[in-house]
């Protein structure tokens, strides 16, 4: 006798749904970044920003950056948001106090 397996019958068409219902959407997020977003990696990071591959690593680790880790060791960086947290950065020199 040879081990045999039942098949299963497929379900109509009609019984398949078109699209998912609404209580099965998830909400939309108010952070969620734009698809179109530029995302970096470090190597990308560190060739825009100057700072060292090994900076970056330890900066994401002290949650020092703004990034996003897809996975535990994926990590992206959002241009815009990399630009808005280095302009918060900046810093001016007062010319007043040079002429001291």
């Not at 040879?2 to 497929?10: F, V």
């Not at 920003?49 to 703004?66: D, N």
């Not at 996003?68 to 950065?89: C, H, T």
Request: hydrophobic share 45%; net charge positive; charged share 25%.
């Amino acid at each position: 006798m040879r081990n045999q397996t039942k098949l299963k019958k497929a379900r109509p068409l009609s019984a398949v749904p078109d699209a998912p219902s609404a209580a099965h959407v998830a909400p939309a997020r108010s952070d969620a970044r734009a698809p179109d977003a530029e995302m970096l990696t470090y190597q990308a990071l560190a060739h825009r920003t100057g700072i060292r591959v090994s900076t970056l690593y330890a900066m994401v680790c002290r949650h020092e950056i703004p990034h996003y880790r897809l996975a535990r060791r994926i990590v992206r960086f959002n241009a815009a948001e990399i630009g808005a947290w280095m302009a918060a950065r900046r810093f001016v020199a007062d010319p007043a106090s040079d002429d001291e």
